[in-house]
């Protein structure tokens, strides 16, 4: 038999009976094949001579497959319903389909357009043979025309980079690889399952082409012919050629998943927020320092490890640049490290980028030289057991901290400066006092001329970590951990997007356009500061409310200022904080952490009405006081103190535990009296309407979310029984109205 690359579908006999048709349009071919061939794929019947549609298959080929395989113009487009109402009609000639059924069918055909419409429209969903497809129409070329779509991209390769039409909107590369990707294992995956129908008898004969069964290597001989067979077919439907220019000569043009680096990162990134956030698009902080478009390619040339990657060493692939001097190896990496390096980025073909790429180019080759250096690093992980009654053993033996999460982590605060001895300290277990943990850590104006890490002294870890009982042998226990996490950021800041001064390190500004280019790629949500700027107050308000206090109040404080700073400005936010009532204490907590900023503080105009509100008024009295106002106390409703006072007393209980859990043979929520805790109850209690027991009940109806850690210390360790049986009733309502037992 022949071989062929067409279908089964009966394409020709189906437009020549729909030109036939009196006062119907002729129907566009490329459309039809594509409409025909996806339907026949999913297994429509053929006894028609025709596939047959079913309303389901006609919202999966509308919704899943033309458009990620169809390009097509405007009329083509249009045309695609036209196919659809034809096939139909087609059918019900034949007797395939009584009236009723002839009819709901035409009308899944008009549910399902306009989502269609909607998709073949969407930037989202573009391929790179769509993309490509779409560029050679617009210069004239004929898709039909394998050697004009050949010079074509010939010409587009050669022409400069800055001078190439942009991917639409805020589309990347790595999103348009994924999609290709998506795409081209769908249409494999259906052309797998034709061949597996075709081995059973049909009336209309096989679907697909009869496969090469008689080649001395049968399976990976089908493999070969489906192959080229999903070729052809994308081909038929997009341009003639890409795909064997695709898989060749012009590889680069349309990289694939397997050649972005960096998406491996995004993957791990994605997982890391899927842990902290639960939902990908949950939005990050704006990281406070991001490069502009027009700063990437300074910043990235001016990076060691790009520099010597690109430059070239001894024995790389990269091969030097024009004129280039050459460059001494970045002291975290020996040269056989760096040539491994630029040949997961695929230099020397980079090298076009980095000299001449656009900003997104150049920042998505600096993901990559990110995540090949964050892959080859080792994750840093404890130095061995914790000796059994040691004093102040308060780490874990079996923990770990990989270059990944510290990425993760820098960006989830914002990009603010971190410390490394504090990040030790809480990957080992060991305890950080609450208000220490997110909080940004001053940057030294210059750090040894050597680089090496020191540990900080033991004052200046005690307020790092917020524990001003930590020992000696407590700070020795992360001395060599500590030092080797420094060494893992001084390698990630050889990529230019870290840096290192003493213990402080943090995101370059590098490092924030790059981080946010991985995770978007990832599909998470990681808005710029523009972006940000522009939510509504709600919005702007529900996404700070998850974010470290102070990267909180400086995105509201930039919201505000963004629309004057006034008081006009700020009214919504508190409006939209007031209505936070399902978040907790956090919701609330956000207005004292944005007045704490004297320069970017709440306007007193607008504190003194949220006096009266039963969320924030309480905050607004303590920052009234605190500015030095004269403000009624009177007027604060006791809502609002009491979900002040659940605020403050889980502080007081989160620092009970790490007392506990630090001293000797201490046990984190052991035995031992939360002695902060009872201390700041009863001081409340004293001032409180009818006393601690009321005080108790105002807590669980302003914070019921929040306030169980409380509530079960104080029925276990309050010396007031009225207390503690008040503790105790409250835990048992809270545990029935979720439905379980407290």
Not at 137 to 142: I, K, L, P
Request: hydrophobic content about 45%.
């Amino acid at each position: 038999m022949t071989r062929t690359t067409g279908l089964n579908t009966g394409l020709d006999d189906f437009l020549a009976w729909a030109a036939a048709r009196e006062g119907a349009p002729a129907l566009p071919e490329r459309p039809a094949d594509a409409v025909l061939c996806l339907l026949a794929l999913r297994g429509a019947d053929r006894r028609a001579g025709v596939p047959e549609p079913t309303p389901e298959l006609v919202a999966r080929v509308l919704g899943e497959d033309l458009p990620g395989l169809l390009w097509a113009t405007a009329p083509e487009t249009d045309a695609v319903p036209q196919v659809l109402y034809a096939l139909a009609d087609r059918v019900h000639q034949a007797g395939r389909l009584n009236a009723k059924r002839h009819l709901r069918l035409l009308e899944a055909v008009d549910a399902a357009v306009p989502a269609f419409r909607q998709a073949m429209a969407d930037p989202a969903r573009l391929t790179w043979h769509r993309w490509y497809a779409s560029l050679l129409r617009a210069d004239g070329v004929d898709p039909d025309d394998p050697s004009a779509v050949t010079a074509w991209l010939g010409g587009y390769a050669a022409a400069p980079h800055e001078g190439r039409p942009a991917l639409p909107g805020t589309l990347r590369r790595a999103a348009v690889s994924g999609r290709t990707f998506a795409a081209r294992a769908r249409l494999a995956e259906l052309l797998l399952a034709g061949f597996s129908r075709d081995t059973r008898p049909d009336p209309q004969g096989p679907l697909l082409p009869p496969p090469p069964l008689s080649d001395a290597r049968p399976d990976e001989a089908l493999g070969a012919a489906l192959e080229a067979l999903a070729d052809t077919l994308t081909d038929r439907w997009t341009a003639a050629g890409l795909s064997a220019a695709f898989a060749g000569r012009h590889a680069d043009l349309a990289p694939g998943p397997e050649v972005l680096p960096h998406l491996q990162l995004a993957d791990r990134l994605r997982d890391d927020h899927l842990d902290y956030y639960g939902a990908g698009d949950a939005p990050l902080p704006p990281p406070v320092r991001a490069a502009a478009p027009e700063e990437v390619r300074a910043l990235l040339h001016a990076a060691p490890l790009p520099d010597a990657v690109a430059a070239g060493v001894p024995g790389t692939t990269a091969g030097a640049l024009p004129g280039a001097a050459p460059r001494r190896t970045p002291a975290a990496f020996a040269e056989t490290e760096i040539e491994a390096i630029a040949e997961r980025c695929g230099f020397p073909g980079a090298l076009a980028v980095w000299q001449g790429g656009t900003p997104q180019e150049l920042t998505e080759l600096a993901a990559d030289l990110l995540a090949a250096v964050a892959e080859r690093l080792p994750a840093v992980t404890a130095d061995g057991p914790v000796p059994d009654g040691e004093a102040g053993a308060d780490t874990r033996e079996d923990w770990s901290l990989d270059p990944a999460h510290l990425l993760y982590s820098l960006y989830e605060r914002g990009g603010t400066p971190d410390s490394v001895a504090r990040r030790v300290a809480e990957a080992a277990g060991a305890q950080v006092a609450v208000e220490a943990e997110e909080q940004p850590v001053p940057v030294p104006a210059s750090a040894a001329d050597d680089g090496a890490y020191a540990l900080p002294p033991l004052a200046e870890l005690a307020d790092l970590l917020g524990r001003p009982e930590v020992t000696e042998a407590q700070r020795a226990r992360l001395a060599a951990p500590a030092r080797a996490l420094a060494t893992v950021v001084d390698a990630l800041g050889a990529t230019g997007c870290l840096f290192r001064r003493g213990d402080a390190y943090g995101l370059t500004p590098l490092g924030g356009t790059v981080l946010r280019h991985v995770l978007l790629s990832g599909g998470v949500a990681a808005p710029d500061a523009a972006e940000a700027a522009a939510w509504d107050a709600r919005t702007t308000t529900a996404a700070a409310r998850r974010w470290p206090p102070a990267v909180a109040a400086a995105a509201l404080a930039a919201w505000a200022e963004h629309r004057g700073g006034g008081d006009a400005e700020w009214a919504p936010l508190l409006a939209a904080l007031a209505g936070e009532r399902d978040a907790g204490h956090r919701g609330p907590a956000l207005l004292g952490a944005v007045a704490a900023l004297d320069h970017a503080g709440v306007p007193n105009g607008v504190l003194r009405p949220a006096l009266t509100d039963p969320v924030l008024g309480a905050h607004a009295l303590r920052v009234l006081r605190a500015r030095g106002e004269d403000a009624d106390a009177a007027a604060v409703p006791l809502e609002s103190r009491a979900l002040l006072l659940a605020e403050e007393l889980e502080e007081r209980r989160l620092a009970d535990r790490h007392t506990a859990a630090a001293e000797p043979g201490g046990v984190e929520g052991g035995g031992q009296a939360p002695r902060r805790l009872l201390g700041a109850f009863d001081a409340a209690a004293a001032d409180w309407p009818r006393g601690g027991a009321a005080l108790v009940a105002g807590l669980a109806r302003a914070a019921p979310g929040s306030v169980g850690g409380v509530l079960s210390a104080l029925r276990g360790h309050h010396p007031d029984t009225a207390v503690a049986d008040a503790a105790a009733h409250e835990l048992k309502e809270l545990g029935r109205r979720r439905g379980h037992r407290p």
